[in-house]
């Protein structure tokens, strides 16, 4: 099995910053791609930022420039660095990695989420 556990979320004033990391365990031969959602009261589920192993990282373009996603492989790791937070960007933070395990089977993998709040 795999789990995917975050952490780093919490209340931060509007312009603050927050750091959050998502550790992958479990049965993983290798992770193919990690990455981060979003999702707002009300609103559907919205990708933030995606790394796929060896190519660039997307990003979503209500978060460009201010937010920014990293891996440590050894560490089966993915951190994301939010700058200049607004009000808008309060949700729900999800990990999602498409992870191989040893079976050879490549399956899309979701963590529980960690909630972000940006208010005064």
């Known amino acids: 099995q795999v789990q995917l556990v975050e952490s780093g979320g919490g209340l931060v004033q509007p312009g603050g910053s927050l750091r959050l990391s998502c550790a992958a365990s479990g049965s993983i031969c290798r992770i193919n791609a990690m990455g981060w959602y979003r999702q707002a009261p009300g609103k559907q589920r919205e990708l933030v930022a995606i790394?796929?192993?060896?190519?660039?990282?997307n990003y979503a373009d209500s978060v460009k420039g201010r937010f920014t996603s990293s891996r440590d492989h050894a560490k089966n790791t993915i951190y994301l660095q939010m700058n200049d937070l607004k009000p808008e960007d309060t949700a729900v933070y999800f990990c999602?990695?498409?992870?191989?395990?040893?079976?050879?089977?490549?399956?899309?993998?979701w963590g529980r989420g960690t909630l972000v709040t940006v208010s005064s």
């Open positions: 999602n990695a498409n992870i191989i395990d040893w079976q050879q089977t490549a399956r899309n993998y």
């Open positions: 790394d796929a192993s060896g190519f660039s990282i």
